[in-house]
């Protein structure tokens, strides 16, 4: 999507009217879910060797990063000239720390898979507005994303990356605070839920729109009002997610669960 037709709908007071259908598949179980995603991360690479990622984290990816990871060992694809940028941060948050977004990743794929670069937002960097900067001006430099795999936030939080309630269409990388919703579901993830940090360094909804292609993938009931309230509902900053069906090349991968309220 060019930036120009980003600044275009930032200007329009009225609401926002879809502009394309993304494409709904909706598969029998999650694993078929996480296989799906990493089967079209594999295409994106084979079809374009150096082609440059956003990818997400949490739990919903973790499967589609297995498959990944097989497929590399069985000599299927190859990620050597890849360039990886992850969608966000917590901020503040210790690189090493177990819960951090940077030791997932580590975990998870940059440890199996050898890959040209890999970007992530520091969030123990001492100015979180200068690191934002910083990551900033970094993604401008490698747009288009030729594929972003995106989640979405929890129950009625609507968020991509974390451009809580609120987000504007031309937002970009910056600070921000969490959402009380999202605090209390991702806190789960922390021995301590009060360790969990306040806010997260995020890519903005512009530069999440830029890419060439967009696929996001949701697992599960916790997921089944905020798709339907992304595919069905207006189109506007209450839920960020819903500016993705101003995007032309967006397919959304879903199981039973997710997709309840859809059908």
Request: net charge negative; hydrophobic share 40%; proline share 7%.
């Amino acid at each position: 999507m060019l930036l120009r037709e980003i600044e275009e709908y930032s200007k329009q007071q009225e609401s926002l009217l879809p502009r394309y259908n993304p494409e709904v598949l909706i598969f029998d179980t999650p694993e078929a879910v996480g296989a799906f995603a990493a089967l079209r991360v594999i295409e994106q690479v084979r079809t374009k060797p150096d082609s440059i990622l956003t990818l997400p984290t949490g739990n919903t990816p973790i499967a589609m990063y297995q498959h990944i990871t097989e497929g590399y060992k069985q000599g299927i694809v190859d990620f050597s000239r890849v360039t990886i940028f992850n969608l966000d941060e917590y901020c503040p948050i210790q690189q090493a720390h177990p819960n951090s977004y940077a030791a997932f990743m580590r975990r998870h794929l940059i440890d199996h898979v050898p890959i040209l670069a890999w970007h992530i937002p520091n969030g123990e960097a001492p100015s979180p507005e200068a690191e934002a900067k910083r990551y900033r001006y970094l993604l401008e430099q490698h747009q288009p994303i030729d594929l972003a795999v995106l989640g979405i936030g929890p129950s009625t939080t609507c968020h991509i990356g974390f451009n809580e309630m609120g987000s504007a269409i031309d937002s970009v990388v910056r600070y921000v605070s969490l959402h009380p919703e999202t605090k209390q579901e991702n806190a789960k993830a922390f021995a301590n839920p009060e360790e969990i940090p306040k806010g997260a360094l995020t890519q903005g909804i512009a530069d999440i729109l830029r890419a060439e292609n967009i696929l996001v993938i949701a697992k599960g009931m916790s997921k089944a009002w905020g798709m339907n309230r992304t595919l069905k509902g207006t189109i506007s900053s209450e839920a960020p997610s819903s500016f993705l069906r101003l995007h032309p090349n967006v397919t959304f991968a879903l199981d039973q669960e997710a997709a309840m309220y859809i059908k």
